[in-house]
């Protein structure tokens, strides 16, 4: 949730930890700190809000440090302000913390009846206290161990010691943590943009390592304390190093950048020359009982397009469930049925957790990530990458589409591995799919169209998304992007469902979105389409040409989508209700990219 970064560098480390948080500022933006050692103490700078407040602090009190922390905060323990900004500072201690210390009420009370006093209401304070009180008998590693040990909960840390000029301590246990090798110089990080202006060398530490840096080493060990190597890899500069480009947002950009990322997405799962399918993975689909769809948010969404596509085209049935709620409810699983965790970040705690319960269940287990080096990614028996490129913007788009890509490949593969469907339908189906890329280029030619909606709908208090078919979860898609970006309320609705009370809400002030491409669903959206505008509701009716010439007339305003076949229409659709929520939030005068509350990648419950 929260970003982290940590530079044992040999120049001034300011302008490097201010440009690594920017570029982690995706993961939460509460409040902003830094510390570094200055003639021989640490000294920190805090600031509430985002990472601008900070530079103004900085550039007031300037902290002239070669080693040094910085963290960027997405608010847990206690609300955003500058006492509860990282790092957190205890005696000898500074620290930055990612994460949640789930014992530390009790830790809290202890270490208080040992007289220690408490300046902020942060669980992270807690560890700095524990390690200080450790550092009183034991050499800093010795501590840091003896302090992890107490630990219940999820924690990336990064670790100043006053007195130890040249040291960074990390740990890692449920938050990711990266060690970056450098020229001289080595770098902490919650994950490979952190580090990504400085190196490309990254190792990914497991769970419950810890780890010490200098300037030219780091040492690792893993949670018994025994000293530990981690492969080093070279991450491609794509993941290292993100830029906006000429884009005024980042969601902008990835909306864009869907043509490209689907391209990409497909190309790994179809083999363009022979028109077949190629999913990863020793899976018996034939034999194969059930699919458990488990994640949150966008990409539950995206499970549930996963449903329609599965059991559709392969006869097979597909639960999906949020994780949040699976985790807790004691599923009943049997061996016999695979797992699939959806997450771009591939980090997402419940999700996470999911996964793992049906890996206790015995299921084989697959993820569809975009973060490959993610912890999803390495504990599932079988991985498939999105490849759409790092997405920054908090709103989830381009990972949105390539993972409806990689489910739609993964229905043909399986309708063809369980006989639903013979060669010349499958190669039919994969030649519709790598036609994708250029119809969603298309959709997003309606930029314009789109923009000239948004004014409107901006004015609206609540909106409402309709669907059939596929086009149920993208309503649903399309009422949770413009929730969290332009603060509407919205709601998406299985088209069937509006008389069964969400009917009761329209009136002439609001804007309904009816997603109707001319597909076997058409003809009654076209009536629920009427039965809206008889009680005055104003639509925006999303549509193909087809659907166009088909639609009754009194919509408010129509929206044409290039023709596609069903196959593929959610994703050619979706690139214009995405435009709408980024428009919306833009004329509203929203932070797109960062909208209030939320972070990219929540590695808490
Ligand atoms: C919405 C959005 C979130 C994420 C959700 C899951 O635009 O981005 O709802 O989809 O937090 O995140 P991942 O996919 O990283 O598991």
Known sequence: MCGIIGIVGTTPVQSRLIDSLKRLEYRGYDSAGIA??????VERRRAKGKIRALEEVLAADPLNATVGIGHTRWATHGGPSTRNAHPQTAGRVTLVHNGIIENYAELREALKKQGRTFESETDTEVIAQLLDAELKTRPPLDALKATLDQL???YALAVLIDGEDELIMGARRGSPLVVGYGEGEMFLGSDALAVGPFTN????????DYVAIDHHTARIFDETGQPVERPVTTVPASAALVEKGNYRHFMEKEIHDQPEGCQHTIAAYVDPLTDHTSVAGDIDWAKLER??????GTSYIA???????????????VDVEIASEFRYRQPALRPGSLAVAMSQSGETADTLAALRYCQAKGMLTAAVVNAQESTM???????????CGPEIGVASTKAFTAQVCVLTAVAIAAARARGRIDEAEEQRLVKVLLEAPRLVAESIKLEDAVKGIAQEVSKARDVLFLGRGPMYPLALEGALKLKEISYIHAEGYAAGELKHGPIALVDEDTPIVILAPFDS???????NMQEVMARGGQVIFITDPEGEKHAPAGARVVVTAPKSDPLI???????????????????????????RNLAKSVTVE
């Open 201 to 208: 060398r990254i190792a990914y530490l497991d769970e419950g």
């Open 521 to 527: 669903y058409f003809e009654k959206s076209a009536s």
């Open 303 to 317: 499970g549930l397009m996963g449903k329609y596509l599965i059991e559709r085209l392969a006869d097979l049935p």
């Open 291 to 296: 699919v458990q769809i488990v994640a949150c």
């Open 152 to 154: 219940t909960g999820a």
């Open 36 to 41: 570094g050692v200055v003639d021989g103490h």
């Open 377 to 387: 990614a390495r504990e599932v028996d079988v991985v498939w990458p999105i490849h």
């Open 569 to 595: 229409s959610p994703l050619v659709l979706a690139a214009p209700v995405q435009l709408l929520a980024y428009y919306v939030a833009v004329q509203k005068g929203a932070d797109v990219d960062q909208p």
